[in-house]
């Protein structure tokens, strides 16, 4: 099941990095805020990382007004070998924004009928994930799974990494619950079989002919009132789809507010390799 399709998502609206920026008004989205003085973006360093871990083919999920990620792509130098192309997230008469990753991917399998029938996996655009994480979920051979991260791994503030919801697994490393927010106390039942606390940062591999439905048919989350790709997942588990866990242990660097691109500058400047 070695696939060769990396989606990227690129739609949402991003309204914490917005409001913690100084100037938003040239905010052209998470993915292409330079990363340091005459630095490329984070979604440079993430194409780079896809490219490596093997992937041939990029779909980049926008927004209607893109113009900005269209030119980036146009002048990015390095990548003729790599098909990168565009799919666009549009927006319900009755919305303000985006409807929710679970609909970014529906609607990039709408625009790419052949992904209904095919294996690829799913990334946000403001994570650096390493060339590992992607290298082990393109060489994994189960149809549908993810990278669990062990949660000791994430160096992320305390406050930060307890608001994460914690993946719950079977004996045999698969997926059978997502828990939003669990009190301290409550944690203590959600450990893997290593004692280990696991959460997804939102990187998977789907078969689309698992998915399909699922991501059509997602309901609403309750507060949120998006369509969230794990709510996908979740109603798929429980028709019997399996979604087998990849654990790993490593930091994934992040964009959620302004205060972020300064601590990933110091990242990367450490680890030259991301």
Not at 218 to 243: S, Y
Request: proline share 5%.
């Amino acid at each position: 099941m070695k696939h060769n399709t990396l989606i990227i998502l690129a739609a949402g609206a991003s309204s914490r990095m917005k409001k913690s920026l100084n100037d938003p008004k040239d905010f052209k989205g998470k993915a292409l805020i330079p990363l340091g003085k005459g630095k490329p973006p984070v979604l440079t360093y993430l194409l780079n990382n896809s490219k490596e871990a093997g992937y041939q083919k990029i779909i980049l999920v926008v927004g209607k007004d893109a113009e900005a990620f269209k030119s980036f792509i146009k002048n990015l130098k390095g990548f003729d070998e790599i098909e990168i192309v565009f799919a666009t997230q549009e927006i319900p008469k009755d919305r303000e924004k985006p409807l929710g990753t679970a609909d970014a991917v529906f609607q990039t399998m709408e625009q790419y009928p052949e992904l209904k029938e095919e294996v690829f996996t799913v990334c946000n655009s403001d994570n650096l994930y390493s060339v590992k994480a992607l290298q082990w979920l393109r060489d994994e051979p189960t149809p549908n799974a993810f990278i669990s991260y062990d949660r000791d791994g994430l160096q992320f503030p305390q406050e930060k990494i307890l608001s994460f919801a914690l993946v719950v697994l079977n004996k045999d490393g698969y997926l059978t619950a997502i828990i939003e927010k669990p009190t301290a106390e409550a944690s203590e039942n959600y450990k893997d079989t290593q004692g280990v606390f696991r959460v997804s940062m939102n990187l998977w591999k789907l078969h689309g002919a698992d998915t399909y439905t699922y991501l059509r048919d997602c309901p609403l989350h309750h507060t949120r009132n998006e369509k969230e790709l794990p709510n996908a997942i979740l109603h798929m588990i429980k028709k019997g789809i399996l979604v087998k866990s990849i654990p790993l242990k490593e930091h994934v660097p992040d964009l959620t507010n302004s205060k972020d691109i300064k601590i990933v500058e110091n990242i990367l400047k450490q680890f030259k390799n991301l």
